[in-house]
């Protein structure tokens, strides 16, 4: 029975084929429209992503106070208000895995004949522990290292490549400023931070010998920020408040009504909003997209009625010799969920080609996830479905007398 109706629907598809394309073709462009939205929407989630994981996961950023001159107030960190010994409080802290004092200033390299500037960072040993960073080549930073000042500098690969091109700078000998330093290591890449700069474009000496060779000036031994990591599951909001507490402690801030000298960022905070962000902006997209294929539906309607109204004398026909409603208005609603499903298999294959040329093209992240495939298929035959149900019930509704005699 369903075998004799479906070749039934192929015959009646292929009666007029160029109405029936037309028809499928906005369940085409509906479908491909979705896909590649929801392709682009959730290649935009993980690029954030993977740009958030890049900072590190569970990450605090403790920045220094600001500045109050007569009335005009300084950016944070231009106070002294953050100590080394403040960054190893918190390290001692309950769910902390590694902080690290950071002292930042833009010199200078020099390699033979080649010279560079970038931004040279005063670390201790748990940055690369806080940041997630694997070391490329050499030898990651240890805890002698950031006790006795050796001169040593770890390259990121961008300035790395800047400075020796293709060969191993791993024991070379390099200026910063004026000073030698011997290459220790070269970072894993790390990519674009969420602002676009290159995170590869950068160097870390020891805190101490930071403070000891580079930094001469006015913030000699300031810390501008301190870099925290928690524990996997840990409470973000406790551990915050926890630290919050100490430094208050610590720099003697008793009185409840006296503001923080330091101001503390939750990077995971960050990392969440985005993808919130990420996620809305692709099911925005994805809304958008929709409407393609609600027009597409009305267009299955449309041809539809037109369908039942040609074929009256043929639906007379059937229901004089048997034909029962039910018959009738399966036949017509598997005419129109073919059509539907025909058009959402095409628009599949539509977006997938859409989203492969949107990537190759302009080198944006997308991704096409069987779920968007899948989501996408199923609501272009629900709209078959729905939209296809009112023209097969008026087809079953005809009385077959009148029918038989509609010219």
Same mark, same amino acid.
């Given at each position: ?21 037309? /028809?499928?073709? #906005? ?37 220094? #106070?600001?500045?109050? /001159?007569?009335?005009?107030? +300084?950016?944070?960190?231009?106070? !002294? ?18 902080? /690290?004092?950071?002292? $930042?200033? *833009? &010199? ?44 040593? $500098? ?10 020796? #091109? ?22 894993? +890449? ?27 000036? !006015? ?14 599951? @840990? ?8 630290? %919050?507490?100490?430094?208050?402690? %610590? !720099? ?11 101001? =503390? *960022?939750?990077? +995971? ?14 099911? &925005?997209?994805?809304? =958008? @997209? ?9 267009? =299955? ?26 018959? $009738? ?8 969920? &073919? ?16 989203? +492969? ?25 629900? =709209? ?20 038989? !005699?509609?010219?």
């Amino acid at each position: 029975m369903f075998f004799s109706m479906f070749m039934e629907a192929i015959r009646a598809m292929g009666a007029n084929r160029l109405r029936t394309f037309l /028809t499928m073709l #906005g369940m085409v462009i509906g479908v491909g429209a979705v896909v590649l939205m929801l392709a682009v929407g959730e290649g935009t989630r993980i690029t954030i992503k993977n740009q958030v994981d890049a900072l590190g996961t569970n990450i605090f950023i403790v920045l220094a #106070g600001f500045q109050n /001159t007569g009335g005009v107030r +300084s950016g944070s960190g231009q106070r !002294h208000t953050l100590t080394a010994l403040d960054a190893e409080a918190i390290r001692q802290m309950d769910d902390i895995v590694g902080a /690290t004092p950071v002292a $930042i200033s *833009n &010199l200078q390299l020099v390699a033979g004949g080649q010279n560079w500037n970038t931004q040279v960072n005063g670390v201790n040993e748990d940055f690369l522990v806080v940041r997630s960073w694997d070391v490329a080549e050499g030898r990651p930073m240890d805890y002698l290292d950031s006790q006795s000042a050796s001169r040593v $500098i770890w390259l990121g690969k961008s300035t790395a490549e800047e400075l020796f #091109g293709s060969t191993d700078p791993v024991g070379a000998t390099i200026r910063v400023g004026m000073v030698p330093f011997t290459v220790a290591g070269v970072l894993a +890449s790390k990519g674009q931070s969420l602002d676009g700069r290159d995170q590869d474009d950068t160097a870390i000496v020891p805190f101490s010998t930071f403070n000891r060779f580079l930094e001469t000036g !006015h913030f000699q031994f300031m810390v501008r920020m301190i870099m925290v990591k928690a524990r996997d599951g @840990a409470n973000m909001d406790q551990v915050e408040e926890d630290m %919050r507490l100490l430094l208050r402690e %610590r !720099h003697r801030l008793v009185d409840a009504m006296q503001d923080d000298d330091f101001f =503390i *960022n939750n990077l +995971s905070a960050l990392m969440d909003s985005a993808e919130e962000m990420a996620r809305a902006m692709t099911l &925005l997209l994805g809304a =958008i @997209a929709s409407v393609s294929l609600a027009v597409g539906g009305i267009g =299955i309607m449309n041809i539809m009625l037109v369908s039942v109204t040609e074929r009256t004398r043929e639906i007379g026909i059937r229901l004089a010799i048997g034909a029962r409603k039910k018959d $009738i208005l399966s036949q017509f609603l598997l005419e129109a969920m &073919l059509v539907s499903f025909t058009g959402g298999f095409l628009g599949l294959l539509l977006g997938s080609l859409g989203a +492969s040329i949107v990537s190759f093209a302009i080198g944006m992240t997308v991704s096409v996830t069987p779920f968007s495939m899948i989501l996408s298929f199923s609501v272009s035959l629900g =709209i078959g479905i729905f939209f296809g149900f009112y023209p097969a019930w008026k087809a079953a509704s005809q009385n077959p007398i009148e029918a038989l !005699h509609y010219q």
